[in-house]
């Protein structure tokens, strides 16, 4: 079995920062791209951030210069800092992540359960 946890959510006041943090457990092999995704009230979840192992990264042009992903191989946890805060950020924020479970498997995509942010004005 393969775990995906987050954490880090929580309130913040508008320009304020958050960490998020997402560790993959269990099962694996390797770990290819990891990305950060958000689902507000009555939306679409969306891309937020994704990062290939190799430490490419791409953002959704929302959140770009304001929020950095990142990611500690060794430790299979990818990271979302988040700078600037806006009430529009308000959303569940889900990590997921493509993985490998044996060498000779297939990849397959985990999600996390998500952790809520919530941006006051």
């Known amino acids: 079995q393969v775990y995906l946890v987050e954490s880090g959510g929580g309130l913040v006041q508008a320009g304020g920062s958050l960490r998020l943090s997402c560790a993959a457990s269990?099962?694996?092999?390797?770990?290819?791209?990891m990305a950060w995704y958000r689902q507000a009230p009555g939306k679409q979840r969306e891309l937020v951030a994704g990062?290939?192992?190799?430490?490419?990264?791409n953002y959704a042009d929302s959140v770009n210069g304001r929020f950095t992903i990142s990611r500690d191989n060794a430790k299979n946890t990818v990271y979302l800092s988040m700078n600037s805060l806006k009430p529009e950020d308000t959303a569940v924020y889900y990590c997921?992540?493509?993985?490998?479970?044996?060498?000779?498997?297939?990849?397959?995509?985990?999600w996390g359960k998500g952790t809520l942010v919530t941006v006051s004005s």
């Open positions: 997921n992540a493509e993985i490998r479970r044996t060498l000779y498997s297939g990849t397959m995509i985990y």
């Open positions: 269990g099962s694996i092999f390797s770990v290819n791209g």
């Open positions: 990062i290939a192992s190799g430490g490419t990264t």
